[in-house]
């Protein structure tokens, strides 16, 4: 369990796991409304050189960002009606580069989505956030063992 304290202290959280992020993963972010999962997204994005405003994608559905280090797909499914839309979205092509996959409320996208790498799940905690890191296949488990490393220098 990694404990955040602030928004800014999630966005350097989102610029770590961005640091060591391999060039093709796809992340699911976890949380309940307001946890803090476009803030990671906004740390994440900005790391990897992007200087703009990072909003959450919640009525597109998706935002590309192309990036000079990283293609990512910042996707909200919040309001997706039907996993299936995914596919009209362009997911398939998607899957076929190097990407990175941000995924809030990937639970709405099951049986279309693809399996995560990594599953970060973000809780309330009082006024702070506590974050439980799941791997599914070796990726992810890469991701969380180099983000231990950081965290013991």
Partial sequence: MIFIE?????????????????PRCVIYLFGELGAGKSTFAR??????????????PTYTLVEPYELASAQVYHMDLYRLADPEELEFLGLRDWLEQDAVLLVEWPQKGKGVLP?????????????GREIYLHANVETGQQ???KLADLNDN
């Fill in 43 to 56: 740390g994440f994005l900005h790391a990897l050189g992007h200087d703009g405003a990072v909003r959450s």
């Fill in 6 to 22: 602030s928004d800014s202290a999630m966005r350097a959280f989102g610029a770590r796991v961005a640091e060591i992020c391999p």
């Fill in 115 to 127: 399996e995560s790498d990594l599953v970060i799940e973000i809780n309330y905690a009082g006024t």
């Fill in 143 to 145: 991701i969380i063992e």
